[in-house]
Nanobody, 125 residues
Framework: HVQLVESGGDSVQAGGSLRLSCEYSGYRYSRLCVAWFRQAPGKVREAVAAIDSDHSATYADSVKGRFTILKDSAKDAFYLQMNDLKPEDTAMYYC????????????????????WGQGTQVTVS
């Protein structure tokens, strides 16, 4: 049974930093593509960042230079380091995981991922 558990969401002031964590379990595959998405009230869910098993990462333009996605396979966890947070970063953040080799053009597509966490709230004021 696959499980994803996010943590680290909080309320911070603009310019601050947060580190989100996603712990995953129940996978038998060594090759995973993992990603963060977010959804603000009244908006569609959007991709934030993704990283594959080769540690190649990609980011949405809105977070480039501010956010970093990190993967720790030894701990079955990945993270989203968020710096210089802005009010427009306020959203529910979700982690997502998919197994196997994923083409790079699919890393930031919501439809790529079948496994999702429950979300962790980030509020920036």
């Amino acid at each position: 049974h696959v499980q994803l558990v996010e943590s680290g969401g909080d309320s911070v002031q603009a310019g601050g930093s947060l580190r989100l964590s996603c712990e995953y379990s129940g996978y038998r595959y060594s090759r995973l593509c993992v990603a963060w998405f977010r959804q603000a009230p009244g908006k569609v869910r959007e991709a934030v960042a993704a990283i594959d098993s080769d540690h190649s990462a990609t980011y949405a333009d809105s977070v480039k230079g501010r956010f970093t996605i990190l993967k720790d396979s030894a701990k079955d966890a990945f993270y989203l380091q968020m710096n210089d947070l802005k009010p427009e970063d306020t959203a529910m953040y979700y982690c997502a995981v998919e197994t196997g080799r994923i083409r790079p053009d699919g890393w930031l597509l919501e439809s790529t991922y079948r496994n999702w966490g429950q979300g962790t709230q980030v509020t920036v004021s």
